[in-house]
């Protein structure tokens, strides 16, 4: 398949996953993902070191949709506005139905009458595969520059 | 049209609205608009509600003018860079020459002798026309998570 | 050449020459660029006056290579983690195997256990040419709007 085709898929995908988790569609979240899949949050210092230390790690579909009900229940997710920049997408392997991709991203986070500043940021290491014709994350790993704020309950990056 | 190649379209004409801001050529912002529009500032919490209160509105690109001409005579624009950072492109759909589409949008601000911080975040919610085979803007509504600093002089966003 | 088709391949070289910064491969952030190039890193004031005066320039790729080498020596580099992200591509001309772009870009930097922050934005004014069919940098000029922090060394952006 030609590559600059594939990159517009890809960027519509990382385009949609953005768009769930900045405006509220958590829901539609976990359909980004293959029913066995692999979906982390890795501080970069554990990934680099090889440590399989993640503060979220969800092995299926169901786990991510356990992940939104969940966040729907506690009021972590509701008073903050957050906004993912995506940049820098590079395909790195096609074999077979699998693409090897990743990019970098930032979070900012708005919370009520303060000023914008960047929550969290780092790179997705994704393999994405052709779902009845629809790209999929089969695996979603992000990993973290960032210090997460201890205490808060993780929400998905 | 294929889809891809209205995506690489539509993602020139962003950079060149983020260029005009960026880089001081605001004389040229509003005719990347078609004659007749809608450009709007609205804090988030006022568009998920419903309210009509944007802190910016104009109808035309003569308005939009207006507003530029008014810029030039303050001294607000001048003394700060600023810098946009666009992603996440959605092409929401595709009707006869009207192209809905949306964007997560940042800009950076940088003060004489401050460090660069986050001014404003959010989407952009867009109407694309095809105007003499140009992509213009029919509206473009900036709906920001961020504070605005009270007080001081709305600018293009 | 396509125009869409071209674009896909600059995003390609700019996603890659971020990589290679931010992921710690900084051997071969001197492959991306011609033989004999220009490299300059300029405050965006000084750009705009005319004047000459860059706080980092390199004239070839072997001078490249000799400041990877610096900094590799130092220890400035290993302690931060760096995340490009750039945004608003637009291709200003093609001349001949000339290809003039600029882009908007944003560095964000995190401490070890700081909270990251915007350390460099600006534009990317670049001249790629294809050398044996591979996009590389005969020219990249990055001028930059925010306060670089005096007494630290430089490092590429």
């Not at 990934?47 to 966040?71: I, T, Y």
């Not at 506690?74 to 993912?84: D, K, N």
Request: aromatic share 8%; net charge negative.
């Amino acid at each position: 398949m030609d590559k600059i085709q594939l990159r517009g898929e890809l960027e519509e995908l990382y385009a949609d996953y953005a768009a769930c988790l900045d405006d509220g569609e958590l829901e539609r979240w976990p359909e980004l993902f293959t029913e066995q899949c692999r979906y982390e949050i890795i501080p970069r210092e554990n990934f680099d070191r090889g440590l399989p230390l993640a503060v979220m790690r969800c092995e299926s579909k169901a786990m991510l949709a356990d992940r939104v009900a969940a966040l729907r229940r506690s009021s972590v997710y509701g008073p903050r506005a957050l906004r993912h920049l995506v940049s820098g997408l590079r395909i790195l392997a096609v074999e077979g139905d699998c693409i090897r991709a990743q990019a970098s991203y930032a979070v900012l986070q708005t919370l009520p009458d303060e000023h914008t500043t960047v929550f969290n940021a780092g790179c997705y290491l994704d393999r994405v595969v052709r779902d009845n014709g629809v790209l999929k994350f089969q695996e979603r790993l992000c990993v973290y520059d960032s210090v997460l704020v201890p205490g808060s309950q993780v929400i998905p990056i």
